[in-house]
């Protein structure tokens, strides 16, 4: 292997790749074939929740593997890890979230959780968020509040509009013509925006006057990353279609959009199969995601989340740094300005430290560590970062 065959053979998405060449990976550390550790403060952009190479996720694939894998496609085999986390999930979620659809990806649950809902109601119009991101195939695309993105892979699916988020004047827009309100319960891309004055509260009640269905986008602040199991827990607002993946399996490619038995069973019959999937439910993918949330609900990993925040505030002290946002372990450090958050992640990464940049908000530096992460691991970041800053001076990015 080589960066040579990286940049040959590999399809690219951006100009500059970080192109770091892996090893291995466990713990917090991903290690280079230098034999370099990476404190890593990223966790595949939070998708391996529980580290790397977490000794129970990793136990639950190898016994899965040793029963069987893929066996048939989504829905018509009893699959027991399947089942067990669906059962597991639903004891965990409030009454009307009781029916779990397991699919690959985020993006991909969301497009069915946009079918579905359009199914239910019998309307077409979404309403999602300006600077929302839900993914990056058409239907997640087609939400996307920023047009520079979308404008090159038009025509899109139609019938969306759009709010801006936390403005409640813009609620007024939400009428019996919708089929769904379309809402990130913290804003990614956009710079870990988090919801104020009980925006989603009043999103919710507008969404019951008018009779549309609440979608909110849970999959990168759920399972356990904002100090709840699901940030939707902070706001005191419940979807009718709640949309998850990346920390969902530690790692594992995995999404789900899960609703009541009776919003999902439209997706059953008019027409038979309204959604399908083959590899939904992949049981190897269901153990790991089983064994996620079984060690994130039994242990104190959730509630060590809110010290692990306060730390990083405590800690992430700079001129440069003039805010930062999110909750728990999901934190954007919003730096002077551009050059300085480019700066910094990229200087980290020739130090041993993994950052990483945000979609929409060129300002912020991405904090997404694993929820293992110790005090001693985030002490050793953050005194990377200040150290980083206190070097930066105008037009040193390189």
């Given at each position: ?110 497009e ?133 993946g ?48 079984k060690?994130i ?15 990083f ?19 954007a ?8 958050a ?6 980290a ?34 005194d990377?970062?200040?150290s ?11």
């Amino acid at each position: 292997m080589s960066k040579k065959d990286f940049f040959t053979y590999q399809a690219q998405t951006t100009p500059h790749p970080l192109a770091l060449e892996v090893s291995h990976a466990k713990g917090s550390y991903v290690y280079d074939t230098d034999g370099n550790a990476h404190l890593d403060f990223v966790a595949g952009v939070s998708a391996c929740s529980l580290g790397h190479c977490h000794p129970k996720v990793v136990g639950a694939i190898k016994a899965q593997l040793d029963e069987y894998m893929h066996v048939m496609v989504y829905g018509e085999y009893v699959q027991k890890p399947a089942v067990e986390f669906s059962k597991l999930l639903s004891s965990l979620l409030p009454s009307n979230l009781n029916t779990t659809y397991l699919v690959n990806s985020g993006t991909e649950a969301m497009e069915g959780a946009l079918k579905l809902a359009r199914r239910h109601t019998g309307r077409s119009e979404i309403i999602a968020a300006k600077n929302a991101y839900h993914g990056n195939t058409m239907g997640s695309l087609s939400l996307m509040g920023l047009e520079e993105r979308k404008s090159p892979f038009r025509p899109l699916i139609p019938d969306i509009r759009f709010v801006q988020f936390n403005n409640e004047e813009d609620l007024i827009k939400i009428t019996e013509k919708t089929a769904a309100v379309v809402l990130e319960t913290i804003q990614g891309g956009a710079g870990f925006i988090v919801p104020k004055n009980d925006y989603l509260e009043k999103v919710r009640a507008r969404c019951n006057k008018v009779g549309a269905l609440l979608i909110l986008d849970e999959i990168q602040p759920g399972f356990g990353r904002t100090g709840k199991l699901f940030a939707f827990e902070h706001y005191n607002c419940t979807p009718d279609i709640l949309v998850i993946g990346k920390g969902m399996a530690s790692g594992l490619p995995v999404g789900a959009f899960v609703a009541s038995k009776q919003i999902m069973a439209d997706l059953k019959d008019n027409p038979k199969l309204g959604h399908i999937t083959t590899f939904g439910g992949n049981p190897v993918i269901a153990a790991a995601s089983l064994a996620t949330l079984k060690e994130i609900t039994e242990t104190d990993l959730i509630h060590q989340t809110l010290a692990k925040e306060k730390l990083f505030r405590k800690l992430l002290k700079h001129p440069l740094i003039k805010e930062i946002r999110g909750k728990g372990l999901m934190l954007a450090p919003i730096m002077q300005n551009e050059d300085v958050a480019d700066y910094l992640i990229l200087e980290a990464a020739k130090k041993g430290l993994i950052l990483f940049w945000l979609l929409f908000e060129p300002k912020a530096v991405r904090i997404s560590p694993p929820l293992t992460i110790s005090m001693k691991e985030i002490e050793e970041g953050c005194d990377h970062i200040i150290s980083i800053l206190n070097g930066y001076r105008p037009n040193t990015v390189n």
